[in-house]
């Protein structure tokens, strides 16, 4: 059974860092990207972070860029993101999503959620 686990979240005070991992089991990753999704109270759930499992090619987020660093560990097979100069608008709850690499898997469509999330609180 493939398993998505979340962990990392916590309250940070605006301009901090986080550091959010995401441990992934039940199969063989290696046609999959893994990623990093948010929702913030009373929005849909969007795209931060994608990476592919056996290559790991990024994609981010506008809103990702130049702040966020998805990277993945195949020994420990975990999806980590690294939050650096988190703003009070990163306040989500932060979900980690599977999908097999294939077209706009790197835009974030069609990602499965497995997980219960971990929730990151920014203060301002």
């Known amino acids: 059974q493939v398993q998505l686990v979340e962990s990392g979240g916590g309250l940070v005070q605006a301009g901090g860092s986080l550091r959010l991992s995401c441990a992934a089991s039940?199969?063989?990753?290696?046609?999959?990207?893994l990623g990093w999704f948010r929702q913030a109270p009373g929005k849909e759930r969007e795209f931060v972070a994608v990476i592919s499992w056996m290559g790991g090619v990024q994609h981010y987020a506008d809103f990702a860029k130049g702040r966020f660093t998805i990277s993945r560990d195949k020994s420990k097979s975990t999806v980590n993101l690294q939050m650096d100069s988190v703003k009070p608008e990163d306040t989500a709850v932060y979900y980690c999503?599977?999908?097999?690499?294939?077209?706009?898997?790197?835009?974030?469509?069609?990602?499965?959620?497995r997980g219960q999330g971990t929730q990151v609180t920014v203060s301002s």
């Open positions: 999503g599977m999908r097999l690499v294939g077209t706009d898997w790197n835009r974030g469509y069609g990602y499965n959620y």
């Open positions: 039940g199969r063989n990753f290696d046609a999959y990207a």
